[in-house]
T-cell receptor, first 110, second 114 residues
């Protein structure tokens, strides 16, 4: 089975902190990469796509390292509302299917 | 624009009963998916439909059937429910471009089989 591995956490960080999550994937044929966010008892929601050159969206920065087969997500200036589980997601080239990691839980503490 | 909708939100079944979970999307997406999510297991694909008229098995298809009724609707049927099918079920849709598949999820159905 193709694997996407994440540290389950939880990561407990104070408001305003910077926190980083890493994710590794086993399938070198993977082509597209995403981070999703899932709040407790809610559906996963797309946070951002991850591009080879890296990309930034406000306080969130995603990086891809194809050679080492890992993806990272950096959250700066953490807010209470960032508390959620973050899912690393990978799409194999030529496939409609996404492979989801089990998620990393983040709790931002006042 | 409602995105992806699912019914029902909650359901309790007895072992052996059958039911159909409904899913609809209004984003004109070609591809639709059914997942289940269990504690400690993450999201696992049950079935998907790459385009209207086609369906394919995912990672955990046993005990389920699907119907792609039209471009908008994709239903999941449990013919004879078992306690192992207690889970949260999510439907998702995407444009259907191979290799560029952001998926958008419905709010989920929480199913308990006793």
């Amino acid at each position: 089975r193709k694997e996407v591995e994440q540290d389950p956490g939880p990561f407990n960080v104070p408001e305003g902190a910077t926190v980083a999550f890493n994710c590794t994937y086993s399938n070198s044929a993977s082509q597209s990469f995403f981070w999703y966010r899932q709040d407790c008892r809610k559906e996963p929601k797309l946070l951002m796509s991850v591009y080879s050159s890296g990309n930034e969206d406000g306080r969130f920065t995603a990086q891809l390292n194809r050679a080492s087969q890992y993806i990272s997500l950096l959250i700066r200036d953490s807010k209470l509302s960032d508390s959620a589980t973050y899912l690393c997601v990978v799409n194999e080239a030529g496939s409609y299917q996404l492979t989801f990691g089990k998620g990393t839980k983040l709790s931002v503490i006042p | 624009n409602a995105g992806v909708t699912q019914t029902p939100k909650f359901q309790v079944l007895k072992t052996g009963q059958s039911m159909t979970l409904q899913c609809a999307q209004d984003m004109n997406h070609n591809s639709m998916y059914w997942y289940r999510q269990d504690p400690g297991m993450g999201l696992r694909l049950i079935y998907y439909s790459a385009s209207e008229g086609t369906t394919d098995k995912g990672e955990v298809p046993n005990g389920y059937n699907v119907s792609r009724l039209n471009k908008r609707e994709f239903s999941l049927r449990l013919e004879s429910a078992a306690p192992s099918q207690t889970s949260v079920y999510f439907c998702a849709s995407s444009k259907g471009n191979i290799g560029g598949n952001e998926q958008y999820f419905g709010p989920g159905t929480r199913l308990t089989v006793t």
